[in-house]
């Protein structure tokens, strides 16, 4: 039901809630934190209500464990890792590749919103990498606005466990440098990334690259041609996810260090992937049994 929130916490991760530290002082757990964390981002709540939160809910369940406090949440999110979603789909994947940018709210904007004064907007761009057949995002990375889109395909391919059979991005994504970055993943990766308009076929292979064919095939029977051939149209469910991100999670990142917003993100990553996997349906194709 919606506005409903179940929460629960297995022994194991009781357990591994607290720690005690060389002098003795209690240590929170990394999972106590991203669990502060995941709660903030899906409420959208501040760090203080996050806490006060925390600590209704322990109380509600009867457990003896505390909620980590909004200062040490905040000091310990610059350097956080965020584990991996546990329902992560198997391999071999398709993958889709596209960044969105986000806004960073900082003492500037806040001067925006109070007194209408204009301010010069900071922006981060959030990569990300999303299995086709599933919509979970497999990987993602944060950077600054002027990090340039290809770049970071190695680095979101590198997180990437599962065998790749296909990877797809928009006309941003094109040239040399990437098709020999998904090489490196695996030989027989499929590159489904459509040619620049002022693409031209490479003088050193001595047989057609993947680049020369698709650049063939839309020279010769046009770019629809191409896209129906390749299922091009499937790129679109990257651009979904982004939707996805920006309503749900949000369009702008609160926190003001560089560490701490690459930590919101992968928060945000996480916490799609968990609303996706308990409320996705498992479809199965109907089979026509004939009389």
Known sequence: RRGSLTLWIEDATLDRWQSVGPHGQARYRDIAIETSLMLRTAFKMALRQTEGLMESVLTLMNLTITAPDHTTVSRRAVRLTVRKSPSAPKGPLHVLIDSTGLQVFGAGQWL????????????????????????????????????????????????????????????????????????????????????????????????????????????????????????????????????????????????????????????????????????????VRSQTVPA
Request: charged share 25%; proline share 5%; net charge positive.
């Open 112 to 283: 925006e919103e109070k007194h209408g004064a204009k301010s010069r907007r900071t922006w981060r761009k959030l990569h990300l990498a999303v299995d086709a057949d599933t919509g979970m995002i497999v990987a993602q990375v944060l950077t600054d606005q002027h990090t340039d889109d290809p770049s970071q395909v190695g680095p979101l391919l590198d997180q990437v466990d599962e065998e790749i059979n296909q990877v797809m991005a928009d006309g941003a994504y094109d040239g040399a440098p990437t098709y020999q970055t998904i090489a490196q993943h695996g030989d027989n990766i499929e590159v489904v990334i459509p040619p620049r308009k002022t693409a031209v076929p490479s003088m050193e292979s001595r047989s057609p690259s993947q680049r020369d064919r698709h650049l063939n095939k839309i020279t010769t029977e046009g770019r629809l041609a191409w896209q129906k051939a390749t299922g091009y149209g499937q790129r679109a469910l990257v651009e979904t996810t982004m939707g996805r991100y920006k309503s749900i999670i949000g369009h702008r990142l609160r926190a003001r260090r560089f560490g701490a917003q690459q930590t919101e993100a992968a928060i945000g990553v996480a916490v799609l992937n968990r609303m996706l996997s308990a409320g996705r349906p498992n479809s």
